[in-house]
């Protein structure tokens, strides 16, 4: 038991520490032209929260052998947003949308052991990725979109693996406690994307 709880005070104040970096929250004053740019930028908080929970949550969530289909949903809707953004396509307040999406996940994680329609769940996260891929398509120039879009890819990819992993983890370790792990882990989500986005409002 102790060590349930000590893994489960682990992840949790790893998420919280993840959220309150703001070192990258904007999307204003990075490169947006190479492949490198595009690995590092999915790094920023609200970037890194929400496909790291689109792991869990697709592991926690879904059936075993769906558990592709909400990092698969996320990154094509992330790319097509992206292209769409790139073309100037925009919706107001989309800063502050990317900022909600991260509470979103969090309140899908504190959800995730409750029955939902997995087309519900998929139906979100796409909505999701589409706020993503906008604000980063928006501010890609054409001739530097390819290398950058492949980074931006390869690295969200990464962390929706990293997020399946730490959902494997909470079901192997924390057994009959995962209700519990991924209701903390939302909760410390949910208030790291309203801390996001206070500081967009502020």
Partial sequence: MKTSRHHLRRIAALTVLAGLATAAQAHTGHGTHSLMEGLVHPFGPDHLLAMVAVGIWSVSALPARQAWQGPATFLLALVVSAALGMLGTTVPYLEHGVALSVVLFGAMLVLARRPMPPASGLGLIAMAAALHGLAHGSETPASGFAGYAAGFLLTTAALHIGGVGIGL?????????????LGGLGAALGAAGIYLFGQLAA
């Fill in 169 to 181: 983890a909470i079901r192997r370790w924390l057994a009959e406690r995962s209700g519990l792990a």
